[in-house]
Every structure is written in C-alpha cells, then in structure tokens.
C-alpha cells in the first residue's frame, strides 16, 4: 500500500486543522505544534502528514510530493491553481481580502481623478487582478510582511491584506477602503494521485466532507440556539 501524504501548514490555520482532520478520523501521532518534526506519522496507516510553510503547500501538492494539502484562498489565487483539485472549502481560516489606507486618505476621491496609486502586498497577483478588473493602473509594491507598514512609512498609499478582527488595522490607524473577496482554507487534491491512489484518496477526502458538514451543521445549530436565547 502506498501512503498518502497531506500538506498542512504550521501557523494559524493548524489551529482549524487539526480538530476537522480529527473528526475525519486523522490524527498525527505527535502534535506538530510541539514536535520538531516536518513527518508525521498519523493513527491511520498509510497516511502521513507534513508540515509546510503556508506558500508552499500548493506547490508540494502540485508536484505531488503530497497528495492533500490544505491551503487558504488567498495562497492558492497568489499560487495560481492550475494542476490541482480544489474539492471542498473547509469553512476554517475565515478573513477577509481588503484594500486599505491611512485614516483621513481620500481613496475614493484620489481615484477619481485618476492619481497613480501605489499600493504594497504580499498578494500582488490578486491585487493586479483586482485593480485591473476595475480598470484602474496602480503601481505594485511586493512585501513579505508587517504590509500594515507601508502606508505609515511612506512607502505606499493602500495595501492589499488579509483582515479577521480588524485589530490590526486599527492598531495602526489603518481603515477599509475595499472589499475584494471573502477568505477561507481549502482541500486541494493532486489530480494524478487522485486517479492512482483513489482506493486510498477518496475515502479521505469523503470522511473530511463529512467532518466539515458535521462542523457547519454544528455552528449553525449553535447559532440558531443563541437565537433562540434571544
Ligand atoms: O507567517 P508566514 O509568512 O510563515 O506564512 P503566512 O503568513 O502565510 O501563514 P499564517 O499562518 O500567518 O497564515 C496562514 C493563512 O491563514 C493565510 O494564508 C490565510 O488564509 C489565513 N488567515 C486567516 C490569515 C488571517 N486570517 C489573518 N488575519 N492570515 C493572516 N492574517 C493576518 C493579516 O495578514 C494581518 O496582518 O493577521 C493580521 C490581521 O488580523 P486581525 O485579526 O488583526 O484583523
Ligand atoms: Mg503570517
């Protein structure tokens, strides 16, 4: 029997992860937050996971060095998703893709009379993307990280995030000026292994469908019974 490898990635997602890969019966033999190790065994034989830097889940599972991964939304328009099954969205890792700018910067009006924007980003692709759909031209600046930066510093008027809370931005004198879309992880599946492996694949991506029905019949109940406290 072969094994069948699912990318994770260590950070805030693994959080979500863990409980749904749980419920779907898969569960490591060492917790990854703890364990040094980047292979893990799981309860199930001939299943194993790895541990990934967020960015390059898709590329693993891509060339098939895993046959699952989970990434969100963001990474995988970023990433490109051609070559890769993308069967569920696992409901886990929700935010939001915004553009933002210093309080007080009049976004709206600046476009309007058509000043060439600079905005900085991890996801420059998705910006692009984006802006040119609304047939604006702005100069992209690529960053890494701590994006909330740039427009204190001087060095863009927007950035392009990721937001959940909000705590962030406001931390920084950042507000909203755009939403772009709704963020949340997703299954992708090797399409090659899927064919190979199917006897061994299709059972788990079934067993995690399941898990993540059960998740958001069980959120929905819970809201419905906060309604009902009402
Ligand atoms: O950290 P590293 O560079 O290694 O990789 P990564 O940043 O890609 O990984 P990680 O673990 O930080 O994020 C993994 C995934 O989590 C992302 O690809 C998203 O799909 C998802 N996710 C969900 C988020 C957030 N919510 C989120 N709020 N990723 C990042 N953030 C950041 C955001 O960029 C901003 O700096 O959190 C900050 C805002 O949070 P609030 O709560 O203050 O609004
Ligand atoms: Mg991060």
């Keep these: 029997m072969s094994t069948i490898t699912i990318a ?3 950070g805030r997602i693994l959080d979500e992860t863990l409980p749904l890969l749980a419920a779907a019966g898969i569960t490591p ?3 990854p937050r703890e364990s040094r190790k980047l292979i893990l065994a799981t309860n199930r034989p001939g299943v194993a996971v790895v541990i990934l830097r967020a960015s390059d889940v898709p590329t693993y599972v891509e060339y098939g060095a895993a046959d699952l991964g989970v990434a969100g939304k963001d990474v995988l328009l970023e990433h490109g998703s051609e070559g890769l099954y993308q069967p569920l969205d696992l409901g886990i890792g929700r935010c939001r893709l915004v553009v933002a700018t210093q309080r007080g910067f009049d976004w709206a009006t600046s476009i309007q009379r058509g000043a060439r924007m600079r905005v900085a980003s991890k996801y420059v692709r998705t910006a692009r993307e984006h802006f040119s759909a609304k047939g604006m031209h702005v100069d992209l600046i690529k960053l890494y990280g701590s994006m909330e930066l740039a427009p204190l510093a001087g060095l863009a008027d927007a950035i392009v995030d990721l937001v959940s809370t909000g705590n962030t931005l406001k931390a920084n004198d950042l507000v909203v000026v755009e939403e772009i879309m709704p963020i949340s992880s997703r299954l992708i599946v ?8 199917r006897g061994q694949a299709k059972p788990l991506i079934d067993a995690i469908a399941a898990a993540v029905e059960a998740a958001g019949a069980g959120a929905a109940a819970s809201a419905a019974g906060a309604g009902g406290l009402r």
Excluded: G, I
Excluded at 190 to 197: F, V, W
């Design 8 to 10: 994770l990635s260590k």
């Design 29 to 31: 033999v060492e917790d």
């Design 190 to 197: 090797n399409p090659a292994a899927l064919k190979l492996k």
